[in-house]
């Protein structure tokens, strides 16, 4: 299974950003809950936004009201939409994708950087 993620760059503070992760060879990708992590230099990774198999979601208190998850089963890909962004946002926004299997131990895609500029 491999995650690409794209669509990070350079905006504004208050601008918008969409990021998207395409998920390939995974054999069913409707199994897969679907994440979207950030990571700052000497900090920890951190779970932004999260859905599941399901379609449920889940946001950090950070992203509530302004990042909206999504997925598109048939394109296999899980968006980011960000909008209202700060300087804060400022990092580099993972996507990771594991199915309830004790056996997966989850994959993660590459990585895309974002920054804002106050």
């Known amino acids: 299974v491999q995650l690409q993620a794209s669509g990070g760059g350079l905006v504004q503070a208050g601008g918008s950003l969409r990021l998207s992760c395409v998920v390939s060879n995974a054999s069913v990708f409707r199994l897969y809950a679907l994440s979207w992590y950030r990571q700052t230099p000497g900090t920890q990774r951190e779970l932004v936004a999260a859905i599941s198999t399901g379609y449920r979601k889940t946001y950090a208190d950070s992203a509530k009201g302004r990042f909206t998850i999504s997925r598109d089963n048939a394109e296999k890909t899980v968006y980011l939409q960000m909008n209202g962004l700060k300087p804060e946002d400022t990092a580099v926004y993972f996507c990771?994708?594991?199915?309830?299997?004790?056996?997966?131990?989850?994959?993660w895609g590459q990585g895309t950087q974002v920054t804002v500029s106050s």
């Open positions: 990771y994708a594991k199915t309830p299997s004790t056996t997966d131990k989850g994959h």
